[in-house]
């Protein structure tokens, strides 16, 4: 099994030690624009690799070929979040560089199913899937299952206990919202307050230390032991929706099953009216993002 990841900054090399770790992986590849940064981050993870006697080929580079076979490639280029900034500011400035990657990537490696990470990772991903011109189900993002782990969080350090599903849909974004209609947990927790805290959390963290990073790692090891292993988990992920929940041409967050196949299934609830409306909300303002970058 191999695992290509496009950017080998803090987000990418963390992820791709999650997955060494974790998983059993026999090939890794890192490519970035800065050629000696992912060549170094492959020296790395084959030396921490040694140490828990596991000896995969790891590879760094500039060079796309690279990629060449990779099960998963995982996309975490692109200019990273600062400060102050949101999600959907950087869409102008990351647009170009996904159009750019997902041209190489279908140059070197075009039977992968490719996970997006950059940022706003909604609207981004809908532009690596209209580039790529690949099926639905081998292009889907990340950012909800990191929002469901922060929410998990969130929850617990409330009070909740034995929390068996908690998951935020919509936009990983600002009009994120809690999935409370199937929500499953022990105690009782203020509503309000937990999607307060759980939609700006993110900021704080970026404040404090520059970037988030151990949580999208594991966000991306879940998304990929789901694919490797085939696990057919139910994971809250950005798809392209073709009229499940009267939503169609643009990439939301929403339950979907993951296995061998990718995308496998998006999973549709009766949602109540209030979830379905935030929903659909949520899909509107990165359509009119998506319309004003020209898709």
């Given amino acids: 099994m191999k695992l290509g990841f496009v950017g080998a900054g803090r987000v990418g090399a963390t992820s791709a030690f999650t997955c060494l770790l974790n998983l059993d992986v026999e090939e890794i590849a890192l490519v970035d ?3 000696d940064l992912a060549v170094g981050e492959a020296m790395d993870l084959t030396h921490a690799a040694a140490g828990v006697d596991k000896y995969p080929k790891i590879v760094g580079g500039s060079d796309y070929s690279l990629l060449k076979g ?8 692109g200019l990273a979040r600062k400060p102050g900034m949101t999600r959907l500011d950087l869409a102008n400035k990351n647009a170009g560089i996904i159009r750019d990657v997902a041209k190489k990537i279908m140059e070197a490696s075009p039977e992968s199913k490719i996970i997006v990470v950059t940022n706003p990772m909604d609207v981004m ?3 690596m899937w209209k580039e790529t011109g690949k099926p639905r189900n081998e292009v889907f993002g990340m950012g909800n299952m990191l929002d469901s782990q922060r929410l998990k969080a969130t929850l617990f350090a409330q009070g909740a206990r034995n929390i068996r599903k908690a998951w935020i849909i919509g936009e990983h974004g600002d009009s994120m919202f809690i999935m409370w209609s199937q929500a499953d947990f022990d105690g009782e927790v203020d509503r309000e307050k937990t999607l307060e805290q759980v939609r700006f959390v993110a ?8 970037a988030t990073i ?5 966000a991306i090891y879940r998304m990929v032991n789901a694919i490797v292993n085939d696990t057919k988990e139910e994971i809250p992920t950005s798809v392209i929706l073709q009229g499940e929940y009267g939503i169609e041409d643009v990439s939301v967050g929403v339950p979907a099953i993951i296995g061998s196949g990718g995308v496998e299934k998006v999973v549709e609830y009766d949602l109540p009216e209030e979830e379905l409306n935030a929903l659909r909300n949520s899909a509107s303002i990165l359509k009119e993002r998506l319309r004003e970058l020209g898709y």
């Fill in 214 to 218: 151990y949580g999208p790692a594991v």
């Fill in 125 to 127: 991903t809908y532009i």
């Fill in 33 to 35: 624009i800065a050629e």
């Fill in 203 to 210: 900021a704080e963290v970026i404040k404090r230390k520059g």
């Fill in 70 to 77: 990779s099960d998963v490639i995982v996309v975490t280029a």
